[in-house]
């Protein structure tokens, strides 16, 4: 970011309140940064206590409008205490951001039910959970917005991922329920389609649990990827390149967005 657009931005989250969801690496990581570079008060929380430690070496600059909170989004009662602590934290809620996920690979005929089922688990129905949670305190916040992580994988190919393109996929359009359901109550949602980006999930370097590398399987047909690179020619980009829009949509610069996902990928899927 330049430092005309750092000066602009700069204050856009002065006085919100925002949760973000697997801030212990990759793209959440990076949203919590922007939103504290932005003025935001943030809790970032993630299954990893080592990966908020990182979070909050990384951002301790903003020390002082930054709480690291352990939540893991499969578990029912461990969402319900946390998005309690992290509203009772903030004082309210303005910005969700639902980062967290895992993506795990292999041929779909070798995959266990168990594997299956913790995707969607710890995608689909952990999202489901965190929004439930927090709906009431979004009703009560100040231009409310949620933003949702789907993926490229929801509407193209992507082999070896059934578990995880069907977890995306029912983000994306659960994303469209909500906007309709709570348009009336002034609640935002909206959904990002991150693709080609450098991440602890996509590299399996993140320190996140919930951010899990994709380990493809060892006799994968690599042919099949050949067309998912960058049209822009710039290689993978950082996970700051999402934050930065995830920024855009929680806060008034998003204000008349809701109900639709942005597709961030360098024209990977044109």
Do not use: C, W
């Amino acid at each position: 970011m330049n430092d005309m657009s750092r000066t602009h931005h700069a204050h856009r989250y002065e006085g919100r309140r925002a949760l973000v969801t697997g801030a212990g690496s990759g793209i959440g990581q990076a949203t919590v940064e922007r939103l504290l570079a932005e003025g935001g008060t943030v809790v970032a929380a993630d299954v990893s206590e080592a990966g908020l430690k990182d979070t909050a070496e990384r951002a301790a600059a903003h020390a002082d409008r930054l709480t690291t909170l352990v939540v893991d989004i499969a578990d029912e009662t461990s969402v319900r205490e946390g998005v309690q602590a992290a509203t009772d934290t903030l004082g309210g809620l303005d910005v969700l951001v639902n980062a967290a996920g895992i993506l795990r690979s292999s041929h779909t005929e070798r995959t266990s039910l168990a594997d299956f089922t913790r995707v969607l688990t710890v995608n689909l129905v952990g999202t489901f959970l965190v929004i439930r949670e927090a709906i009431p305190a979004l009703s009560e916040g100040r231009d409310p917005a949620v933003i949702n992580f789907s993926s490229t994988s929801a509407a193209f190919a992507h082999p070896y991922m059934a578990a995880y393109a069907a977890s995306k996929g029912g983000i994306q359009s659960m994303t469209h329920a909500l906007a309709s359901e709570y348009a009336g109550r002034g609640i935002r949602f909206t959904a990002v389609q991150p693709g080609s980006i450098s991440s602890g999930m996509t590299d399996g370097s993140g320190a996140s649990g919930q951010s899990a590398g994709p380990g493809l399987p060892e006799d994968a047909d690599m042919s099949l990827f050949a067309k998912l690179s960058p049209a822009l020619g710039q290689g993978f980009a950082g996970p700051e390149t999402v934050a930065s829009v995830v920024a855009m949509l929680g806060s008034r610069d998003g204000r008349f967005i809701t109900g639709t996902e942005i597709r961030i990928d360098g024209g990977t899927h044109f």
